[in-house]
Structure formats: C-alpha cells, structure tokens
C-alpha cells in the first residue's frame, strides 16, 4: 500500500470535484481525504495498491463535467493508515 498526496490546480471548487472524488476513490478502494484549498486548489490524501492510485490520478486530469483541470501534481508520503475516504470541510 502506497500514500500519495495530490494536488489539483484548475477550475476545481464549486464543480463537484470532491463529491465525484470520493466517488472514485470508493470505487477503487482507496482511503484517504479530499479538501478544498483557501487558494482555489483541491488537496487530497490517498492510499492504496498502484493501479488503483494511478486510477485515481487518471481521473484527476479530468475532473467532473465542469471542472478544467490544468495541472496535477503528487508525490508519495508516509501511510498514515486511514480507514475510509472522506470529503473534509478543512484539514483537520
């Protein structure tokens, strides 16, 4: 099991990204978080196997129907071993 942090640059907040994110993520089995971030980014922690991480980041260079993803970027992290995926207000 991996830990990657992602962030997604774009038009990414008030478009359901976090919503379909956790869609995704419930889907492939992956744990973790997403959150919006106060400069306009969408920041999220996940863990799983490598297809599924790679899944996930497939998905983040599209986004929902309305979003316009321009960059994506992540990098692997410690585990830190969560035990579902959640849609955060703010970092806790």
Request: hydrophobic fraction near 40%; proline fraction near 2%; charged fraction near 30%.
């Amino acid at each position: 099991m991996k830990h990657w942090n992602i962030i997604v640059t774009g038009k990414v907040q008030g478009v359901y990204f976090r919503a379909t994110t956790k869609a995704v993520a419930d889907q492939l089995g992956i744990k973790g978080f997403v959150v919006n971030q106060p400069d306009g980014k969408v920041y999220i922690e996940a863990e799983g196997d490598d297809f599924s991480l790679e899944s996930l980041v497939e998905f983040c260079h599209e986004g929902p129907d309305r979003a316009k993803v321009e960059h994506v970027a992540y990098e692997e992290s410690a585990n830190r071993g969560f035990t579902n995926f959640e849609v955060l207000k703010k970092i806790k």
